[in-house]
């Protein structure tokens, strides 16, 4: 079986119309980031105490909101958590978090004794290291960037370095910006999903990248741009098998990975849709780009060989 | 061309044995650890104790003397005392197979995280001299101050100080002491308060009752405590905030010493009698030439219910060290090893002995004022590790509030034996001097033990009186101990306040549900998978399957093999491999079906499918693989579960997808030669 026979797309002619579209996405994401002041943290790097609550017939939120507000926490956020039987309860900082705690879970067991309700999990942050973790998020997306930027730049040439970190960059701030307009919260799993597009990405374009320094080195009467074209195209196939056994995957884990892996499979998911768009529509198109520039300021006109 | 195809299978099929080697253990410890949860389900039910004490009693081998406190119907309790039985005997089989399994992480099996640091405002106004209004008004600013701010505590603490033109030798330290010489020595100070924390902790790590507590330090003013497997998170943390107890207790005469553990070698032997069951259900002539057997624990305590045969089948399985001539005359004795002037205890009698200490027929023989204790820390000789068990008078002498200071010197010339050695000096308060002064003085030749929460951290001999209230301990000790014990005896003197700054507890249903959906969806994964590459691929679609399974075997086996914590993120990262890892066999396939197209033989066609696409695959996984190193370093716990399976499996899947569907193509094609693939 095979879905694609050998295809011949001028993926490059293109460029201009994806790289727009994509600023366009970046762009949407990153207003309404601006709109929402920022990313929606997750207690991971806000600090607080989250409750998970199970309860043995669907919650009822407004009489839980009324029984938490008489003992002192009428601040506290209350939703349903992937399902209706399901609560997470969410607070600030407090003085002593252990108390709250103990408080929250005491109250729910003596008001709603007949619906008897289970702790799941409780997380509690303290304001200091949520401070702390956001930064090691932060460098911890850099290194990993660096380290890749200086991998691709030993075993291949600095311009595909420069393609492949431009596609990472373009994939992580598309999926924040869809998690953005979703208002879905930033956790540290999240993070962690993010550095795993990161790499996940980076194999799809490393393949076309492997592609394009074999054939360069083979085909040497074609012109840069052709070769460029043709390595995309011979690799497709495989990048649309392998994002598909992945997407496979990633999805199964969304559907029945239960509410605390929901966000991370969803950041995989559109990582992965994204990953696979950028490294045929971004990853190359960049590296064609930048090389045209570099020849048009070196005043050569035609191509440039290794 | 052909490479040593041989060669290769017999690495492929050494691989495979190795894997199931590997999880062997964790499949044992399943079955066992099933089996148990089932039992202490059963006892939970009726036995006024819940699970996590259970678990704890179980661990330490006190779970008979418990049941006798809390349960008061004999009907009941004997059938809680058969269940136990049982329960002993599943518990030494799983403390067996523990450390060669894989772990579940906290997430997966339910439990706590916890993140503790050093309260520095509680400390710094139990260190300062004269707390007064205007220190508090003071700490309260720093405290604000400090929270807003990333820098550090110290340095917060000194700027509020010096806006307000205060010296810091107002309150601490001597007053000749410069600000940063008195910062230098709070910092210090900060870092002892963690150790004496983090000595207390491990000190109490078998309270827990979960099978791995890991207690670390992190950074220099804070201690991780990960207690996976626990349902009682109260009871964790309040064993956790409770108060060091450090006593002084003597240690009672050897001679009364051997007479009471004669003693209780004729209970044991007598109920060993009683119960009709000879040990000569043991085998005991396959272990003659070492003079040392190994025996069925049961078979000590004469309870076992069962019979004949299968004991000595069972002896196998779990065992204790006894020397073979004695177990039959003094079954106690042949449980404990004079070592020097000491009664040792091999680590693994030690729960044997615990349970035997507690019987209540040998209870009564124990003198109403002493009791038993075990050291902290055991010994290692000649390659086994050995606790001391002490004998001592049950009141002690003195407790360890009275101490003011405890430290690590090197011994002066003035004695030649102690020269050049660490020793440990003690300082005491005036009223702490004057009972010292009074014990040493009434024990000269006596043993001293210093006892941290029930356990005996060092037992030096007394050799004069002390009045001075300045005592050293000598011994002979590595750096490392004495200052262990100088930490244990500051322990006791000054409780060291920290505070809980990050909890993450996982209810067990939350975790079990998490295993199950983990367990399906792994399924489901594969499936999906392996039945798409059969349809898409045909028969090297197969193959390509076989390899899949394999590398999932094969990351199973690596993480039981490096002891690697399996959590829920780790899961995941389990299944997205599963996506990934045919990845490498797709590349290879394309690239065969590409060389099909050029006309080539199908034996050509493979050997270029697989050269042209290695480097393909070896530099898409380099760079995954770097990202999942730095997710190692970034990551707590759960993520770092993830960097871990995804590494590994990132590692198996270059073997699978390479070497392994190699050599089964080069086995089909070698047969005979093909003209047309199945791709």
Redesign the interface.
């Known amino acids: 079986m095979q879905f694609l026979k050998q295809t011949n797309i001028d993926f490059l002619s293109k460029r201009k119309i994806a790289i727009s579209f994509s600023l366009f996405l970046i762009a949407v994401g990153l207003i309404t980031l601006l709109i929402h002041g920022g990313p929606d943290y997750s207690i991971d790097f806000l600090g607080g105490t989250e409750i998970h609550v199970h309860f043995e017939k669907p919650a009822p939120i407004a009489e839980i909101r009324k029984a938490l507000g008489e003992v002192g926490f009428a601040k506290a956020e209350i939703k349903n958590f992937g399902s209706p039987n399901d609560v997470l309860i969410r607070i600030e900082v407090q003085q002593n978090n252990d108390q709250a705690t103990s408080t929250i879970l005491n109250t729910l067991s003596e008001k709603f004794a007949d619906m008897n309700p289970t702790m799941l999990s409780v997380e509690s942050v303290g304001p200091k290291i949520g401070k702390e973790l956001r930064s090691a998020a932060v460098w911890a997306v850099l290194v990993s960037l660096a380290l890749i930027l200086l991998y691709i730049w030993i075993r291949f040439e600095f311009v595909f370095g420069v393609g492949a970190i431009v596609a990472l960059f373009h994939d992580v701030l598309i999926t924040l910006g869809i998690f953005s307009i979703l208002r879905m919260e930033i956790s540290l799993s999240v993070v962690a999903a993010f550095l795993t597009i990161v790499g996940y990405s980076l194999n799809d374009t490393i393949v076309v990248f492997d592609r394009i320094r074999e054939n360069l080195k083979s085909m040497r009467r074609e012109s840069f741009f052709s070769i460029l074209n043709m390595s995309i195209n011979q690799s497709l196939s495989r990048t649309i098998v392998t994002s598909l056994t992945t997407l496979i995957v990633v999805f199964v884990l969304y559907i029945n990975g239960g509410e605390v892996l929901r966000t991370f499979s969803f950041a995989l998911l559109i990582g992965i849709i994204v990953g696979t768009y950028s490294s045929i529509f971004i990853a190359t198109p960049v590296v064609a780009e930048w090389e045209m520039r570099q020849l048009q300021k070196s005043g050569k006109t035609n191509r440039r060989r290794r | 061309m052909r490479r040593n195809n041989l060669m290769r299978t017999i690495i492929i099929f050494a691989v495979i044995i190795w894997a199931v080697y590997q999880l062997y253990p964790t499949y044992s410890l399943w079955q066992y650890r099933q089996q148990s949860e089932k039992l202490v389900q059963e006892l939970q039910t009726f036995a006024n104790l819940n699970v996590d004490e259970i678990h704890e009693a179980l661990r330490v081998g006190l779970l008979e003397a418990r049941l006798r406190e809390s349960i008061q119907d004999q009907d009941k309790l004997n059938r809680a005392l058969n269940i136990a039985e049982k329960l002993n005997e599943l518990q030494e089989k799983i403390d067996e197979n523990e450390p060669k399994s894989i772990k579940q992480g906290l997430?997966l099996l339910g439990g706590t995280y916890l993140?503790y640091?050093v309260d520095l405002p509680e400390l710094l106004r139990s260190l300062s001299k004269n707390p007064d209004a205007r220190f508090d008004s003071l700490m309260t600013e720093v405290t604000r101050r400090s929270?807003q701010t990333?820098e550090d505590f110290f340095n917060v603490l000194l700027a509020t100080f010096q806006e307000k033109g205060i010296r810091l030798n107002r309150y601490f330290g001597r007053r000749v002491q410069t600000d940063d010489q008195i910062i230098d020595e709070l910092k210090k100070q900060a870092e002892d308060a963690v150790d004496r924390t983090l000595e207390v902790l491990r000190n109490r790590i078998d309270q827990f009752g979960v099978s791995e507590p890991t207690i670390t330090k992190q950074g220099s003013r804070r201690i991780v405590i990960e207690l996976a497997g626990i349902t009682d998170?109260?009871r964790a943390?309040s064993l956790i905030g409770k108060t060091a107890v450090l006593e002084f207790k003597l240690l009672k005469d050897p001679a009364v010493f051997s007479a009471v553990l004669k003693q209780i070698d004729d209970v044991v032997k007598k109920k060993i009698k009683a119960s009709g069951k000879a040990i000569t259900g043991a085998d005991t002539s396959k272990a003659a030439g070492t003079g040392t057997k190994e025996v069925g624990v049961s078979a000590l305590f004469g309870e076992s219910t069962v019979i004949g045969d299968s004991a000595a089948k069972k002896a196998n399985d779990t065992t204790v060290v006894v020397e073979e001539e004695l177990f039959e005359q003094n079954p106690f004795f042949s449980l404990l090893w004079p070592i020097g002037n000491e009664v040792m205890v091999p680590a693994k009698n030690l729960r044997a002995v615990q349970r035997i200490l507690n019987m209540p027929e040998v209870k009564n023989v124990i003198p109403d004022d002493a009791e038993f204790l075990f050291s902290s820390k055991p010994v290692i000789h000649d390659g086994q590790e050995f606790y001391t068990l002490f004998f001592l008078k049950k009141q002690p002498e003195m407790t360890g509030k009275y101490i003011t200071e405890a430290g690590v010197t090197i011994g002066s010339g003035s004695q030649s034996f102690t020269q050049g050695q660490p020793i440990v000096t003690l300082n005491m308060n005036r009223e702490g001097a004057r009972i010292f002064a009074r014990v040493t003085g009434a024990n000269v030749g006596k043993r001293l033990a210093i006892v941290l929460d029930g356990k005996v951290a060092s037992a030096p001999n007394i050799k004069d009186k002390i009045p001075s209230g300045n005592a050293i301990i000598e011994g002979n000790f590595s750096m490392e101990e004495a200052k262990e014990l100088a930490i244990v005896l500051r322990a006791g003197a000054l409780p060291a306040p920290v505070v809980?700054?990050?909890?993450?507890?996982?209810?067990p249903?939350?975790g079990r549900?998490?295993v199950r959906?983990?367990q399906?969806?792994i399924a489901?994964?594969i499936i999906?998978?392996v039945v798409?590459?059969m349809?898409?691929?045909?028969m090297s679609g197969l193959i390509a399957d076989i390899a899949l399974i394999l590398n999932l075997i094969l990351i199973m086996a690596a993480l039981a093999a490096f002891g690697a914590t399996l959590t829920?993120?780790g899961v995941?990262g389990l299944?997205?491999t599963?996506?990934?890892a045919?990845?490498a066999n797709?590349?290879i396939f394309?690239r065969i079906?590409?060389e099909l197209?050029t006309g080539k033989t199908v034996r050509a066609a493979i050997d270029a499918g697989y050269s042209?696409a290695f480097?393909?695959i070896f530099?898409?996984?380099?760079?995954?693989f770097?990202?999942?190193l730095?997710?190692y370093?970034?990551?707590?716990g759960?993520?770092r579960g993830?960097?871990v399976t995804?590494s590994v499996g990132i590692l198996a899947s270059m073997f699978t997808a390479i070497v392994v569907t190699r050599v089964i193509f080069d086995t089909i094609t070698q047969k005979r030669t093909l003209t047309k693939l199945s791709i």
Do not use: C, H
């Open positions: 997430d993140v640091e929270q990333d998170i109260k943390k809980p700054i990050e909890e993450r507890t996982i209810g249903s939350l549900d998490s959906r983990g399906i969806s489901i994964g999906l998978v798409f590459m349809i898409y691929y045909r829920l993120p995941a299944i997205l599963m996506g990934m045919v990845d797709v590349l394309e079906r590409e197209r042209r480097w393909t530099d898409a996984n380099v760079t995954t770097l990202t999942a730095v997710l370093q970034f990551g707590t759960p993520i993830f960097a995804l």
